[in-house]
């Protein structure tokens, strides 16, 4: 494999479980959230089934979006295969529910306007990024979808694998200013994401001065190396598992920017 070819089913996990899986987070974070979720009547589970996957539940209330759990009212969406899932993340596709009528409302009501909103906040206009608070949130979520990636390209991609080999076990931290930190959990040379700030201290930590630097990185419009040239991005720790990191974060790109 090239570096530069893709694998549907590595797009499959990365649209499963960091894009689909930032869910909580938007709904943590964007403001448009709170009215789409105050539709939800009752708790209700989405469950989404895609065939050699595993599943994953998201539980919605009025108010929150959260991995697992139970709800009084279930819907399953059914993707026939990993190139199923990626065409509807993309629009040009739709899963197949299985569900009740008050399910299908909640799916069209809620769920659909969610990664409608999502995307939007994914892949920003230019007038979406104009506005300070709207281009903050679209770098928040953006972070949080490329660090989640980087633990499923490294676990199921053969040149992330190649570089997770490289890499000893201990927390990775990936800081933002003095507010916000995600973790790469490495153990056995496999990786999980965590969305919380990593434990002190952690072994190795990648640092961006702001949400802009984080953005503009993670989005291509700034330079990685330029930004720890004049500090606006920093490294401490052990540095080759941020190095190794780095490549696997590079493989993202290609899955993201395709």
Do not use: W
């Not at 065409?87 to 809620?110: E, I, S, Y």
């Not at 969610?114 to 903050?136: H, N, Q």
């Not at 979808?145 to 490294?154: K, S, T």
Request: with cysteine; proline share 6%; aromatic share 4%.
């Amino acid at each position: 494999m090239m570096l530069t070819d893709t694998d549907p089913r590595v797009l499959a996990h990365i649209n499963l479980f960091a894009v689909l899986g930032a869910l909580p987070a938007l709904a943590a974070h964007a403001p448009e959230a709170a009215a789409i979720l105050a539709a939800v009547d009752r708790p209700t589970v989405v469950r989404l089934r895609v065939r050699g996957m595993a599943e994953t539940p998201l539980l919605f209330t009025d108010g929150a979006i959260t991995a697992g759990g139970a709800g009084k009212r279930e819907a399953v969406l059914l993707l026939r295969s990993p190139a199923h899932l990626n065409a509807m993340v993309d629009g040009a596709a739709q899963p197949l529910p299985l569900t009740g009528l008050a399910g299908l409302r909640f799916l069209t009501r809620v769920f659909a306007p969610m990664t409608d909103l999502l995307g939007r906040y994914l892949k920003p206009s230019d007038e979406d990024l104009a506005d300070p608070a709207f281009r903050a949130t679209s770098a928040r979520l953006t972070l949080h979808v490329a660090i989640a990636a980087v633990a499923q390209v490294a676990n199921t991609d053969r040149s992330g694998r190649f570089s997770a080999a490289h890499i000893p076990d201990g927390q990775i931290g990936v800081e933002v200013g003095d507010g916000i930190g995600l973790r790469l959990h490495a153990r056995d040379h496999a990786l999980t994401f965590d969305p919380a700030p990593a434990s002190s201290p952690a072994r190795a930590a990648l640092a961006f001065r702001d949400l802009d630097v984080a953005g503009d990185v993670l989005a291509g419009r700034a330079s990685a190396l330029a930004c720890l040239s004049d500090g606006r991005l920093a490294m401490r720790g052990f540095i080759p598992m941020i190095d190794n990191v780095s490549r696997i974060l590079d493989r993202v790109g290609h899955y993201l920017g395709d």
